[in-house]
């Protein structure tokens, strides 16, 4: 039977993290497979978008907002039994460094939340979106509730 | 344990039939869940958008076009012990008519085939991404080798 050997559970910036959660913690029990957890914090000072109205952005604010990221995260680590060194928090971008996280971890089923998308949203794409067109392993997308 | 109880495998018109086939049988035996097949056939005589060079198709090629689906899509869900009544292969556009068919069934996973798409492609979009976006269940792309 074709199990899954190691999963990633990308979280996003959604609230709604602890259906992602519950659904991971499922698989990963079925397939007796490896959970890990990333989360991508997107670094404003790096980035070469004029970012409107958030051009203030300091060293200290970026790593607060990395700091509350990793404070947040563990606590769903915890909750999943993954221990600190499979829990990865960092600077980069949700859309890229999701797949080069699961390529550099031998990664064989990444799982995000996946919110439906209409009109404009559809046209600038998601999280789900990047991650499914550019993985190259399997992409599970929960189905959050609006 | 939240075990998927009913699996949609939706297939297109890729050659990696057989790839995804095995990954939806797995999954299905895993899950005890019920596994149906679908294929959705581009109906080009209903469809209001000037096809360009197939202009010509007549009501007889495609019946004939179905006909052929029904008899490959027919093969794959006899390996797959897919009883026929849970066997879709009908006229409709795989972007949408996919979803619906999951909706009517009340099927909680989709399984689509995913190939990597990069510029233009990305920006076409793809069924699996159709699929992901509308979807009101959990889709799972699975990785096709290109």
């Known amino acids: 039977m074709a199990n899954y050997q190691h999963i990633l559970l990308a979280i996003d910036t959604s609230e709604h993290h602890q259906q992602v959660c519950d659904k991971a913690a499922s698989?990963?029990?079925q397939h007796q497979a490896t959970l890990s957890i990333c989360h991508l914090v997107e670094n404003y000072l790096a980035s070469d978008?004029?970012?409107?109205g958030?051009?203030?952005v300091t060293v200290e604010m970026q790593d607060d907002l990395l700091n509350n990221a990793k404070a947040r995260i563990k606590t769903h680590a915890a909750m999943l039994n993954i221990p600190q060194e499979r829990c990865w928090v960092e600077f980069g971008n949700p859309r890229y460094d999701v797949v080069r996280l699961a390529?550099?971890?031998?990664?064989?089923l990444i799982i995000v939340g996946s919110h439906g998308r209409h009109g404009l949203q559809l046209l600038l794409g998601s999280t789900a979106n990047a991650v499914l067109h550019?993985?190259?392993?399997?992409?599970l997308a929960v189905r959050l509730n609006n």
Chains 1, 2 share one sequence.
Do not use: G, R, T
């Not at 390529?103 to 064989?108: A, G, I, M, Q, S």
């Not at 550019?134 to 992409?139: I, T």
């Open 54 to 56: 958030i051009n203030n």
């Open 103 to 108: 390529d550099e971890h031998k990664v064989d």
């Open 49 to 52: 978008f004029a970012y409107e």
């Open 134 to 139: 550019h993985a190259k392993c399997d992409v």
């Open 27 to 29: 698989l990963a029990q």
